[in-house]
């Protein structure tokens, strides 16, 4: 099955520094790849995501990158404010099952 | 509903007890996921329904868990003589289409076996 890795585990950064964090996957088929936010204790909320069929995508301060042959995509957060704080998840899915596969998550604290 | 619902919002069980967990996804969406997510860690796949069938359940951990969606809308999870590893956040989600498109995740069941 889909095995996806996400790294750092933790990333500390200053208030208006950027913030990069990068994701591998394991399964040439997968083809949707989102990224949710979850702060501590709440649900995870979609802020990106990113189809095979394009390389990048921007949303205001946030973007995300996906490269198809090295099987690997990241999340740009430019400007980061203190509300950035939160864990934020990478994921796979359109592989073998139906299924989301998540990565282990990083831990994004802004220092203001 | 305007988002998932997912009852009870914390769980107390000791360990043997049965437990069953509720979720109402977004009207309409075909496609309902339960997850499991231990404390520190990301969500883990349980299972998927498209509209009532089951199509996957290679996540569930064990026979003593087991999920329905009779009527292709509310899905319970049951969890029979829980465990301490049992205890997690077990999340729902929902999509509109088939498959894992753009999910809608609930709050979260948490629960704790003593």
């Known amino acids: 099955g889909e095995n996806v890795e996400q790294h750092p585990s933790t990333l500390s950064v200053q208030e208006g520094d950027s913030a990069v964090i990068k994701c591998t996957y394991s399964?040439?088929?997968?083809?949707?790849f989102p990224w949710y936010k979850q702060e501590l204790g709440k649900r995870p909320q979609l802020i990106i995501d990113?189809?095979?069929?394009?390389g990048e995508k921007k949303d205001q301060r946030i973007a995300v990158t996906l490269n198809k042959t090295a099987k690997h995509f990241s999340l740009h957060i430019t400007e980061t404010q203190p509300e950035d704080s939160a864990v934020y998840f990478c994921?796979?899915?359109?592989?073998?099952?139906?299924?989301?596969?998540f990565g282990g998550g990083t831990r994004l604290m802004v220092k203001p | 509903g305007a988002g998932v619902s997912q009852s009870p919002r914390y769980k107390v069980a000791k360990r043997g007890q049965d437990v069953a967990l509720r979720c109402d996804p977004i009207?309409?969406?075909?496609?309902l996921f339960w997850y499991q997510q231990a404390l520190g860690q990301g969500p883990e796949f349980l299972t998927y329904?498209?509209?009532?069938?089951?199509?996957?359940k290679s996540g569930l951990p064990s026979d003593r868990f087991f999920a329905e969606r009779p009527e292709g809308s509310v899905s319970t999870l049951k969890i029979q003589r829980t465990q301490q590893e049992d205890s997690a956040v077990y999340l729902c989600?929902?999509?509109?289409?088939?498959?894992?498109?753009?999910?809608?995740f609930g709050a979260g069941s948490r629960l704790t076996v003593l």
């Open positions: 989600a929902s999509s509109l289409n088939s498959g894992a498109n753009v999910l809608t």
């Open positions: 399964d040439s088929a997968s083809n949707y």
């Open positions: 990113i189809r095979s069929n394009v």
């Open positions: 994921a796979a899915s359109g592989g073998a099952g139906n299924m989301l596969t």
């Open positions: 009207s309409g969406h075909v496609s």
């Open positions: 329904f498209q509209n009532e069938a089951q199509l996957d």
